[in-house]
């Protein structure tokens, strides 16, 4: 699109085609293309310990499949449209186009390899490096380093005198003053981190080695062999699956046009390498579950690949599990389907809900979850508000950035990116105007979009990849967010007055209550620099603070001691 705009080309998007009627029907039947594992005919074929092994990936085959069948059903649109006309296209879209139209002419291009969101791990070395490796070269380097650092760990036993609380890929940087705090009560946390890294640098190595937090390794050559043993015997089942193209031909069906010859590759490879990954994790967690006298398992999410078999076990085992909230969510009535199938953010399978506020709490109970929840408070913004004296103001504005994503229905097509990039010049731009200094904070997600070339280069403009965003608000004077993010209620804590800047149509019907009761600012980019220059107003300014103050007091309750209630509550539960 933008080398035939350069070229002054007329042309036609094919975002186009589609209204808003068909985007959310592609959305919704991505959703239930994504849940092929429920199928009867599926169903016992894919379970290994009562564990169902096709749903532990949903979501990442929902991330694959959104995109191709929007692009597929708007290949359908345009070669209906022009039958009787001769189509040029990409020979890379040949086994897309193939059984769409009978005169296309393909031009050379080479086919893109697909490959699996989760399969690499991007790592910011410092803001101008990053690295990228392989998900396998990363699991070896995390379970030989944790290995070594671990006899580092003096504590690292097992205390049977307390109660033990598995916590499932805690962050302990995050969770530092619940890691710290728990050492004043009759539990002892254990630290059970398949994914994300546990000790990667000082900070985190020293908050593990100053806790009585236990981290877990495993080294048993028996279980590793029997492990193997049962991946040779269940490979047998996913050829068997695999082999099933009748089933597949029918079931991934797009308006009477079958487009499994076009995923067939992508989801025999996902299917084999996730179900596979399977079999580890289940016999990995099951030993220990099986080995431990576990009182609870936390999660903080119940769509994740491991919290999903940490939630069938600990049900299997008679543990109590406990879905611990880790943001501030979307939330309407409108976005409760995406909150429970993409978020999951609802407790559908464990015991009980542990709400940051009565907020949150009201929104489960409207949204059909009214069984057992507890409010706890937020124990990631307990540091926040106990370290709220070293906040001053700079000359500079911070924007925390979140890019339009591929698996969300209205975001990623030519409009949205378009908008969003110039969005992001503009407020460079303004910034400048102001003769103000702008901090651009990107998000940590590894599909974010690279802002780099956007920006042109000045010495009052600076891009952060890495670190944590509160220390940066703290020093900020007004901070920025595009649409929603966490990140505003610890500017609300903060107490910086916060601009939410719309980049995205996505056609939504229903606002949260951030929007319709707090002070912040919610505005396109037309308004952003008038609204930057309103807040030099003190009166304005000091208004709007004690709005988002009354509001963060009603999201977050216990502000400052949620740490204290958690380790208490799981002491005595």
């Given at each position: 699109h933008k080398i035939l705009v350069q070229k002054e080309i007329d042309h036609s998007i094919l975002d186009a085609i589609l209204d808003e009627k068909n985007i959310r029907e592609i959305w919704s039947k991505s959703f239930s293309f994504s849940k092929w594992y429920e199928h009867p005919e599926m169903i016992d074929l894919i379970k290994f310990h009562e564990i169902n092994t096709g749903k532990l990936f949903y979501t990442e085959l929902h991330y694959y499949l959104y995109p191709l069948i929007k692009k597929y059903l708007q290949f359908i649109f345009v070669c209906e449209k022009y039958k009787n006309y001769k189509i040029i296209a990409?020979?890379?879209?040949?086994?897309?186009?193939?059984?769409?139209?009978?005169?296309?002419?393909?031009?050379?291009?080479?086919?893109?390899?697909?490959?699996?969101?989760?399969?690499?791990?991007?790592?910011?070395l410092t803001n101008s490096l990053k690295i990228n490796i392989p998900i396998n070269y990363y699991k070896k380097f995390k379970d030989v380093s944790e290995t070594l650092l671990s006899k580092f760990l003096t504590n690292n036993e097992h205390d049977n005198t307390k109660k033990q609380i598995l916590l499932i890929e805690f962050d302990p940087i995050k969770y530092k003053d619940l890691l710290k705090t728990s050492k004043n009560y009759?539990?002892?946390?254990?630290?059970?981190?398949?994914?994300?890294?546990?000790?990667?640098?000082?900070?985190?190595?020293?908050?593990?080695?100053?806790?009585?937090?236990?981290?877990?390794?495993?080294?048993?050559?028996?279980?590793?062999?029997?492990?193997?043993?049962?991946?040779?015997?269940?490979?047998?089942?996913?050829?068997?699956i695999l082999s099933k193209d009748d089933f597949f031909q029918t079931f991934f069906d797009?308006?009477?046009?079958?487009?499994?010859?076009?995923?067939?590759?992508?989801?025999?490879k996902i299917c084999k390498k996730r179900m596979l990954d399977a079999?580890?994790?289940?016999?990995?967690?099951?030993?220990?579950?099986?080995?431990s006298n576990l009182s609870s398992v936390i999660i903080?999410?119940?769509?994740?690949?491991?919290?999903?078999?940490?939630?069938?076990?600990?049900?299997?085992?008679?543990?109590?599990?406990?879905?611990?909230?880790?943001?501030?969510y979307w939330e309407t009535l409108e976005n409760k389907p995406q909150n429970s199938f993409l978020g999951g953010i609802f407790h559908d399978k464990s015991d009980i809900f542990l709400s940051w506020g009565e907020n949150t709490k009201e929104y489960f109970e409207k949204c059909g979850y009214s069984k057992k929840s507890k409010i706890i408070g937020s124990p990631v913004h307990d540091k926040l508000v106990n370290n709220i004296s070293d906040v001053v103001d700079n000359d500079y504005l911070l924007l925390a950035t979140s890019s339009p994503q591929?698996?969300?229905?209205?975001?990623?097509?030519?409009e949205n990116l378009e908008l969003y990039e110039k969005i992001i010049h503009d407020i460079c731009k303004i910034s400048t105007d102001l003769k103000t200094k702008l901090i651009i904070k990107l998000h940590p997600f590894q599909g974010e979009l690279n802002l780099k070339k956007l920006i042109p280069k000045n010495k009052n403009i600076i891009i952060k990849?890495?670190?944590?965003?509160?220390?940066?608000?703290?020093?900020?004077?007004?901070?920025?967010?595009?649409?929603?993010?966490t990140t505003i209620l610890d500017a609300f804590l903060l107490k910086k007055p916060v601009i939410s800047i719309k980049t995205k149509n996505r056609y939504i019907k229903e606002y949260p209550e951030l929007f319709r009761e707090s002070g912040i600012i919610h505005c396109r980019i037309d308004d952003l620099k008038s609204n930057i220059e309103k807040l030099s107003n003190s009166t304005l300014k000091q208004e709007l603070l004690v709005k988002n103050?009354?509001?963060v007091n009603n999201y977050i309750s216990l502000q400052g001691n949620s740490s204290t209630i958690l380790s208490k509550y799981l002491s005595e539960n």
């Open positions: 990409p020979s890379h879209l040949s086994n897309q186009l193939d059984n769409l139209h009978s005169q296309i002419e393909y031009i050379p291009t080479e086919q893109k390899t697909e490959s699996f969101i989760h399969d690499e791990i991007k790592f910011q009759d539990i002892q946390l254990i630290l059970f981190n398949r994914r994300r890294p546990i000790i990667w640098n000082k900070e985190s190595f020293d908050i593990i080695k100053n806790s009585n937090c236990k981290v877990i390794n495993f080294d048993s050559k028996s279980l590793k062999s029997k492990i193997d043993m049962d991946k040779k015997i269940f490979l047998k089942n996913i050829n068997n797009l308006d009477g046009h079958s487009f499994w010859h076009i995923i067939k590759p992508f989801f025999k079999i580890q994790e289940i016999s990995l967690t099951e030993d220990l579950m099986k080995n903080w999410s119940e769509n994740g690949f491991n919290e999903q078999i940490s939630l069938e076990l600990s049900k299997k085992f008679g543990i109590k599990s406990m879905l611990l909230q880790h943001g501030m591929p698996n969300e229905p209205f975001d990623y097509n030519i990849q890495k670190g944590d965003i509160s220390s940066l608000i703290k020093h900020s004077k007004i901070f920025m967010t595009t649409d929603f993010s103050q009354n509001f």
